[in-house]
């Protein structure tokens, strides 16, 4: 993870510098609007030689798939070789799309929240909520953790399976009750509408949306999105994407530049992140081709250094 961590922000730093090569992914209804499939090629231009990454993710969101003990989120992401086009590896897309994707907000956290946060608030139980309580915990020296969802049963299982962890969640019937006095809350829902109120989140507070990657979807308080210094990681992405950011501006509560710059640009230096100790700061993360192909692109070095995988001729 810590590694992951460097290679996301070494990543986004690249998307924002226009050294990436990738278009906003396209979606494709499946069955009306029950089920996504989603295609996200991109091209890293690498900063030395034989370190450029060429590739795609193919990812689906059947939500009708928790009935058939399936994940509602599956993916596949395709390694080509950059100076031949020719397949080099295919990955499975699930866990690095879980891995990264915290790595990423860690990132976010790291630049936005401040230095003395020790208290975090997860909103969410499934395998996004336990990747970010390990992502978060590289880069904070967290002290409390709270954890809720809708499913009682769900947040208890979350709090078992998370043992190990030092501090251990802890999980709250209200999800006032988590964000309430929270240094970082991390929003990892599929809730299509907000799922915290403006008046929970306390000064100074680092926000974290990972949900509500449509249009037509929100999990965050449009008041709070209003109030906060907002920070996405594609900002062409936001304005088509988050519904977060979309509806905001169909409101009339923002425009365009209510978006104080991308994490990439946070992570060079070319933007200012929070101004000051008392200010709320978001990061509404939606996902990008170019953090799923660095991420395998790192997965496969690593597998090739230590005789890992398997060889195969189509």
Not at 57 to 65: C, S
Not at 81 to 93: E, F, I, S, V
Not at 296 to 303: I, M, S, V
């Given at each position: 993870m810590d590694d992951l961590i460097e290679t996301m922000a070494s990543a986004l730093e690249s998307f924002s510098a226009r050294q990436v090569e990738q278009p906003v992914r396209s979606i494709l209804s499946v069955d009306g609007n029950h089920?996504?499939?989603?295609t996200m090629p991109a091209f890293v231009r690498g900063a030395a030689p034989g370190?450029?990454?060429?590739?795609?993710?193919?990812?689906?969101?059947?939500?009708?798939?928790?009935?058939?003990g399936l994940p509602s989120h599956l993916a596949s992401i395709l390694l080509?070789?950059?100076?031949?086009?020719?397949?080099?590896?295919?990955?499975?897309?699930?866990?690095?799309?879980?891995a990264r994707t915290a790595a990423v907000s860690a990132v976010s956290s790291r630049l936005l929240a401040r230095k003395t946060s020790k208290s975090l608030a997860i909103i969410g139980s499934g395998v996004q909520a336990k990747s970010h309580l390990e992502a978060l915990s590289r880069v904070h020296r967290l002290t409390q953790v709270a954890v809720w969802s809708p499913t009682k049963a769900h947040r208890d299982d979350f709090v078992t399976n998370c043992l190990g962890s030092d501090p251990r969640p802890v999980a709250v019937d209200h999800p006032g009750e988590a964000v309430v006095g929270a240094d970082?809350?991390?929003?990892?829902?599929?809730?299509?509408?907000?799922v915290i109120e403006n008046g929970w989140v306390k000064p100074g507070a680092h926000v974290i949306s990972v949900g509500a990657c449509r249009p037509n979807q929100r999990e965050i308080d449009p008041v709070l999105a209003a109030r906060a210094r907002l920070f996405v990681d594609s900002r062409d992405a936001a304005l088509v994407e988050s519904g977060d950011v979309v509806m905001g501006m169909k409101e009339g509560r923002f425009g365009a530049d209510h978006i104080a710059g991308e994490l990439g640009q946070l992570v060079a230096g070319s933007v200012e992140g929070r101004s000051s100790d008392a200010q709320i700061t978001i990061f509404k993360s939606l996902g990008m081709a170019v953090e799923d192909v660095t991420a395998?692109?790192?997965?496969?070095?690593?597998?090739v250094e230590n005789n890992l995988g398997k060889e195969f001729e189509l």
């Open positions: 089920a996504f499939f989603g370190r450029s990454s060429l590739g795609a993710k193919l990812v689906t969101v059947f939500d009708a798939n928790h009935a058939k080509m070789d950059p100076d031949t086009g020719a397949l080099k590896a295919l990955l499975d897309g699930r866990y690095i799309t879980e970082i809350i991390v929003l990892v829902t599929s809730s299509p509408t907000p395998a692109d790192l997965a496969y070095r690593r597998a």
